[in-house]
């Protein structure tokens, strides 16, 4: 990043009441370049304060580059299928802080588990 970069910058504190609230510019964007909601903002764990949304195409990585900066504790993975379990391919974007992650499918394409560059 150098100092002339005009690409917003993704909040790392979202509003205290809606903790995924600094993702939604990138579901916005997301849903702007074609993409679904699958199942919006929802907990996985009554137990746990997390959030996720599940997209349902892959996230449109090169495109979230161009257009946003990310704070570091925003990363982005890839996790590949397993064999003989049913989860498949997935990429997470998610807030490592706060522990809130947007789910989308993994390209068909895609070969490298770990984490991605943003």
Known sequence: MTSNDDRPLISSSP??????????????????????????????????????????????????????RFPPTIRLYAVLPRPGYREKGRLLLSDTERYVTIYSPLPKEWTQAGEVAL
């Open 15 to 68: 509003d205290p009441d809606r903790p995924y609230s600094h993702l939604e510019p990138v579901v916005a964007a997301e849903l702007s370049w074609g993409n679904r909601v699958l199942s919006n903002w929802g907990r996985t764990d009554p137990l746990l304060d997390d959030r996720t949304l599940s997209l349902m195409r892959p996230l449109h990585i090169d495109q979230l580059r161009q257009t946003f």
